[in-house]
């Protein structure tokens, strides 16, 4: 064994710590961006559910609101119908005059109306 083995030096220990630091600084922003797509991911999973939600009633009932304001999670969701030709086209946005519209064209009916 070694016997003049005293421990770390000063700069063994400030170059591991400089090592950690900068691992640290790499990952901070990573994990950051990380949990804001998560975040944008989220809501539009919400977006996609009360469109679903809007559509399913529509197709249920033959009724809609041409423009509705939707408060989820303290997130206003804006859907807008449409008219084209034969069809209509659902969209969702989280703002309004979003340029990130999710749209659906779905066919005109008159309801189910379930007995």
């Not at 804001?36 to 009360?50: C, M, T, V």
């Amino acid at each position: 064994m070694c016997k003049k083995n005293r421990g770390f030096t000063t700069v063994e220990a400030v170059s591991a710590l400089g090592i950690w630091v900068m691992i640290t600084m790499l990952l901070i922003p990573m994990v950051h961006q990380l949990s804001l797509q998560r975040g944008a991911s989220e809501k539009e999973e919400e977006a996609y559910r009360i469109l679903d939600e809007k559509i399913s009633r529509y197709t249920l009932t033959g009724r809609f609101q041409p423009k509705e304001t939707v408060l989820y999670r303290n997130t206003s969701y804006f859907i807008e119908w449409k008219e084209q030709g034969d069809d209509y086209e659902v969209c969702i946005s989280i703002k309004k005059r979003d340029s990130q519209r999710r749209c659906f064209t779905i066919l005109r009916s008159k309801g189910i109306y379930p007995s």
